[in-house]
Nanobody
Framework: VQLQASGGGLVQAGGSLRLSCAAS????????MAWYRQAPGKSRELVAS???????NYADSVTGRFVISRDNIKSTVSLQMNSLKPEDTAVYYC????????????WGQGTQVTVSS
């Protein structure tokens, strides 16, 4: 599985961005999908996740502002980010889990999101 993330950029506080992560390769084995982020000097943290059944999970800091979704036709996972804050500034990474008995995780290359105050 290969992942290509896009959609990052510079936005003012209060604005919105939509990140997308396109999957290719053995996409039919993909089950778990998620977005992480890593700010300078901090550890990578889970932002949002989506299970095959459609169950979502969000970090407390983004609940109510971010929405993770999946487009099975386009084989993409997206992160709609609204009401952005300067503390949302980070490199955002998509991650997918694929397979069952041979479960593996794959990471996208990261996309920079910068929120100015």
């Amino acid at each position: 599985v290969q992942l290509q993330a896009s959609g990052g950029g510079l936005v003012q506080a209060g604005g919105s961005l939509r990140l997308s992560c396109a999957a290719s390769g053995n996409i039919f084995s993909i089950n778990f999908m998620a977005w992480y982020r890593q700010a300078p000097g901090k550890s990578r943290e889970l932002v949002a996740s989506l299970t095959p059944s459609g169950r979502t999970n969000y970090a407390d800091s983004v609940t109510g502002r971010f929405v993770i979704s999946r487009d099975n036709i386009k084989s993409t996972v997206s992160l709609q980010m609204n009401s952005l804050k300067p503390e949302d500034t980070a490199v955002y990474y998509c991650k997918v889990g694929a397979g069952v008995k041979d479960y593996r995780e794959y990471w996208g290359q990261g996309t920079q999101v910068t929120v100015s105050s």
